[in-house]
């Protein structure tokens, strides 16, 4: 009895020995580890080319915006176009005096003198227009052509060429357009005889 007794305790130590070997195999759980590890790497891989591409491009962008609005504006323009003015002499030394004192160009103070009497230009050129005309009251009988327009005087005329850019050239022509001056060079010396000071004389 004794020995079978210690056979079955031998029998049952064994397998109770053997019995905590099956736990031992989830020892390679570290296999899960691949998983996550496969989903960053492509995220990450995607981010960094999707992100950039808009910050590089910003800059180069809002460049071509800023040159575009620019060239609208005019900035970029350069005064390439020649505008002739004729002055009388006593009109143009109010003229040399006014730039010796101010520093400014010819083209400034054309600009300034424009802008300067812009809302008095249609009263100023209608009194030059018809300073010489006679003021009686006649009644139209006749078929004549149209009255000849306001020309200058006999005086002598120093020659200006004034450089500007081809907008404001053209802004000038439409001015005169619209304001009825007989001419561009009219509208400029009205202009001046009205802005310039006059030069007193001892």
């Not at 071509?64 to 004729?86: F, Y």
């Not at 002499?89 to 010796?100: C, G, T, V």
């Not at 509208?187 to 001892?202: N, R």
């Amino acid at each position: 009895m004794a020995r079978k007794n210690l056979s079955s305790l031998t029998a049952i130590g064994s397998d109770s020995e053997s019995a905590p070997t099956p736990p031992a195999a989830p020892a390679p759980t570290p296999a899960p580890a691949p998983a996550p590890a496969d989903a960053p790497a492509t995220q990450p891989a995607v981010a960094p080319h999707a992100e950039p591409a808009p910050a590089e491009n910003a800059p180069r962008a809002a460049a071509k915006r800023s040159t575009a609005t620019s060239r609208d504006r005019g900035v970029a323009e350069t005064a390439n176009k020649g505008v002739p003015v004729h002055l009388t002499e006593e009109l143009n030394e109010r003229l040399q005096a006014y730039m010796a004192r101010k520093r400014w160009s010819h083209q400034t103070v054309l600009l300034d003198a424009i802008e300067a009497t812009y809302a008095r230009l249609p009263q100023l050129i209608d009194e030059a227009t018809h300073a010489n005309e006679e003021t009686v009251e006649r009644t139209p009988l006749f078929d004549r052509p149209a009255r000849p327009v306001h020309t200058a005087t006999g005086d002598a005329r120093v020659k200006h060429t004034v450089r500007m850019t081809d907008s404001n050239r053209k802004t000038l022509d439409d001015i005169t357009e619209n304001l009825g001056a007989p001419s561009r060079n009219f509208l400029i010396t009205v202009a001046y005889e009205a802005y310039l000071p006059t030069i007193e004389k001892s």
